[in-house]
């Protein structure tokens, strides 16, 4: 695989503020481009990727450092259809990991029934998180992967 490529083909002078000064959490599929889908280029915003999309204290975390430090302002969640945790058994998930690994993690897959529901629920943690100075321009969307340009607001 040519992973050498894209640092040498990219631009290296993207200054450390994101250019739309906006902090996206979106999910770490494969299958989607959140820069592609909001028709942003690379260096326009901060990009948190994990499973489902969910906003974690580990997602608060870095939203709290994108606002505080690297001057972002706007927040995007991005929910997708399709997505692995939506209606995922956690329980049986929690112990098939726990099965293999020998120990149950001291996480949950954050599995959910309706990705419109958790999209806004990501939505509300951030705007009511202490440590979210700019909670006034927070969104959320989801996208249909099977659709190009299929992303629609929720939230």
Known sequence: MPFTRWAKDEPQELPRVPARRTAIVTCMDARIDPLAALGMHLGDAHVIRNAGALVTDDTIRSLAISQRML???????????????????????????????????????????????????????????????????VTGFVHDVGVAGGVRPVA
């Open 71 to 137: 001057d972002t302002r706007a927040v995007v969640i991005i929910g997708h259809t399709d997505c692995g945790l939506e209606g995922l058994d956690e329980g049986a998930a929690v112990e098939a990991i726990a099965a293999e690994a020998g120990t149950v993690p001291p996480w949950r897959p954050g599995s959910f029934a309706s990705v419109e529901d958790q999209v806004r629920a990501s939505v509300e943690a951030v705007r009511s998180s202490p440590f979210i100075p700019h909670r006034d321009d």
